[in-house]
């Protein structure tokens, strides 16, 4: 029943007529405008929707608006504004405590709440306080450093930096001017300089790029690039990411190779437009171009002192021209910005709660959708009561095409009370099929396998050689290792906007991809894709193939069944949870040899595993799209077949980058897996480098030598051993620390992302509670060459986040599933990394100026598990091999020694 509701939000005076019952969190939101306070569980569980009722920090996404009348309400908005901040939003600016920025809300406001009571907390009283607000994107120790600055104790940055000093003539730029490259990167496919680079009449430049902004700043490195390039400030540049009708097609933002291919093709591209420019106005003003000067976009005669502008000259219209590399790149030591900590982008909004996420999205007319999925994969739905829905209120209509089954109606939460009724009228046929989590290990030893030898990175069509052990072998080891099923666990569910127009559709999407899944959506909708319109906006933080696609098709299917209306459409935590591609379980089976003098002779990695390829792909037959195979007349899921390509899938780095004698290295595709699977963070890399550098440790133990010096021995990449060497020189490695605390240990282990991308090395100090069972991380040192660093404080926070992540899936993550279904539905049965599990971290930088950009986002994944286990074992002497290391595991190994 609707009644006049009067709220007190932010100090002002509401009335609004709703059901009492409402959910706070949707009337600040959808009635008030207040979009900072997110949806991310509708449990009370992770913090996102936290604001403060009188004062206290609570969850609004259960919380009645009947119960909050009379009371004092105040949201991130009422707290300052961008004109005037409060002190913990300058701290967390300062502090660059944001990444995707979903959680950043719930953050400040239960700081805020904390910081109110006991203005001078420790810090584990500011842990216990935000213990129960999660961060996906895992920058902890960022966020600890920002409250304390609020509460006047700022501390100093833990993280240094320090160049890696290469030979001169390796550096490029420092001899003579390098022309522009009208292939770099992605100009290879997209050479038209309109495509990158757009004077506008309005003093700025617009720089487009086809990749999709998932939390790691891209917006703002090609936005540095592009300002360096064009020698402008860089408050004049602005940013249109990943939009089938403006930015360049780039494919999907993923491997850790937005710059290397975006940020090359817009710095060649803003290079060539600089030249173009300078040409023009030596003609307007009749002046040599080697003359010229140019300042902000001000191109200066200094002979006659006349001046011409970018805008001027070329503000509102075309190029019209190719990069054809008349252009010169700056040389690194003239750069200005690039190399600079600079605030990103969008840090502002989001300390600020402005609406910049697709959850977020507001339009005339909108109305809300939501899905009800089957409770497994194989279920078929036999009836549902739907006229019964159609009489509750605000309900518009409700869907039905096959096994689709969704509703749609004028406001939020009557859209989840008619999904709720219409999935508690739904009867459905289903089978247990699944084995369980329990026995996936057995279940993947037991299924046939398709056998390829990797060389040099790529699988081979060859017979595989077997195993053999050397006769001069002093000690033979082998080894397993398992990593389950993970989540990305997005701190947000799957949402998108959709609205269907005379036969034209736009859909707003936080995909990785904005022109592969416009191609999706037009072949399970059967348009012509020129009709469809895909837009990125920002979505809570992910690293891989989530639910992002499978929303924007839920949400066109409904703009199509309503025309004319904008559709919001999102997920619910348990969809989220339980219809996500998952990262693909893996087994490593590892063996090698040392001879007498303690050197590797024999090297073994037989890696067996499903696809990590989910993603929707051209077919007539099948789609990615979760619900396309739930239609009337349903698409065929994507076949998996065993990727060939140099590190792609489940063999990436499972080449070691030691130099071996002799090396074997098996890729086992298996054809049939479990649950659903597509990328996450990392694909195969972090399984191999786990099973590696574990592996690694062992061998030195078994050899009698220090890991570090074993390793080095091992390595004859000058870079790698610089990483290495950087990490323990800063964490203060020594030879043989063990027994300097009780249950104290120290790990190390390094990678070469994908053997040529990013080098990372990770130390952990640990400690192991022997009663509990409980691993307690208290330090980490990261260490990292990504090549030319373009922000080095974005750099730093995705190595960290990174480092959180693959801490999380090694010490707390699985997905969990029985005969019918996965029954890891919330973050407590999913449970990931909160606050008092996070370390002090402290992050190496190796700068290489001039050198290609290496990515970052990715690095740290596989070393984080190995160092962690490496630590174990010199605090306890257990050696763990399967993830999640719990402490069941911890305990059970415990007992056997």
Known sequence: MVREIHLKVNGQMHQVQVDPETPLLYVLRNDLGLKAAKFACGLEQCGACTILIDGQAVPSCRLSVRSVQGREITTLEGLGTPGNLHPLQKAFMEEHAVQCGFCVSGMIMAS??????????????????????????????????????????????????????????????????VPADGLAGSLMHTPDLDSWVRINTDETVTIFTGKAELGQDIKTSVAMIGAEELDLSLDRIRVVTADTAESPNEGVTASSLSLETSGNAIRNAAAEARQLLLEAAGERLDAPVENLT???????????GAQVTYWELFGGKKFNTKVMGIGFLKSPEKYQIVGQSLYRLDLLDKVTGRARF???????????????????????????????????????????????????????????????????SAVWKTEATLPTYETLFEHMLSQPDQAFLVVEGTPVETPVPPIETPAEAAHTLAETYFRPYHMHASLGPSAAVAQLIDG????????QGAFPLRSALAQVLEMDKNDIHVIHRDGPGC??????????????LLARALPGRPVSLKWARIEENTWEPYGAATIVQMQASLNSRGEVIDWNHDVRGYTHMGRSRPSKESSGLLSSWHLAKPFKQPRPFPVMAYHVGIHRNADPIYTFPRRRIVKHFLADSPLRVSALRGLGSYANIFAIESFMDELAWVANIDPVEFRLRNLADKRARAVL????????????????????????????????????????????????????????????????IVNPEAVSSQIEGAFIQSASWTLKEQVAFDQHGVISVDWHSYPIFRFPDAPKIETVLLNQP??????????????????????????????????????????EALRSI
Not at 139 to 145: C, F, M, N, P, T
Not at 504 to 511: P, R
Request: net charge neutral; charged share 25%.
């Open 725 to 788: 060497n950087a990490v323990f020189e800063k964490a203060g490695w020594k030879p043989d620390k063990k027994g300097e605390e009780k249950d104290l240990g120290y790990g190390i282990a390094l990678s070469r992302y994908k053997n040529r991308q990013c080098y990372t090395a990770v130390f952990v100090a640990l400690r192991v509670n022997r009663t509990s069972g409980l691993i307690g991380l208290e330090r980490a040192v990261l260490a990292a060459d990504v090549g030319q």
């Open 504 to 511: 034209k559709l736009s859909v707003w999407s936080h995909t």
């Open 358 to 424: 697709v959850q977020d999205l507001e339009f005339p007319g909108m109305v809300h959708g939501r899905v009800v999925r089957p409770p497994n994969y194989g279920a078929k739905l036999v009836s549902v009561d739907g006229e019964a829905v159609n009489s509750m209120p605000g309900v518009l209509k409700w869907v039905r095409d096959g096994n689709f089954l969704a509703v749609i109606a004028e406001r939020e939460e009557q859209a989840v009370q008619a999904v709720e009724a219409l999935r508690k």
């Open 543 to 556: 690293y891989g193939h989530n639910g992002a696609d499978d929303a924007a098709l839920d949400a066109a």
């Open 850 to 891: 001039g050198q290609p950009y290496l990515g970052v986002g990715e690095g740290a994944m596989g070393p984080a598990p190995a160092a962690i286990a490496n630590a174990v074992f010199q605090a306890a002497g257990i050696r763990l091999r399967q993830v999640p290391f719990t402490p069941e595991r911890v305990k």
């Open 294 to 304: 140019l300042f902000d976009g001000t191109i200066t005669d200094p002979v006659t």
């Open 112 to 177: 805020k709440a904390l910081l109110d009571r006991n203005p001078d907390p420790t810090d584990a009283e500011i842990r216990a306080a935000i213990a129960n607000n999660l961060c996906r994107c895992g920058i902890y120790d960022r966020i600890l450093r920002a409250v304390k600055r609020a509460a006047g104790h700022p501390v100093d940055t833990p993280s240094f930096r320090e160049g890696f000093n290469q030979e001169p003539d390796s550096l490029s730029g420092t001899e003579a001017p």
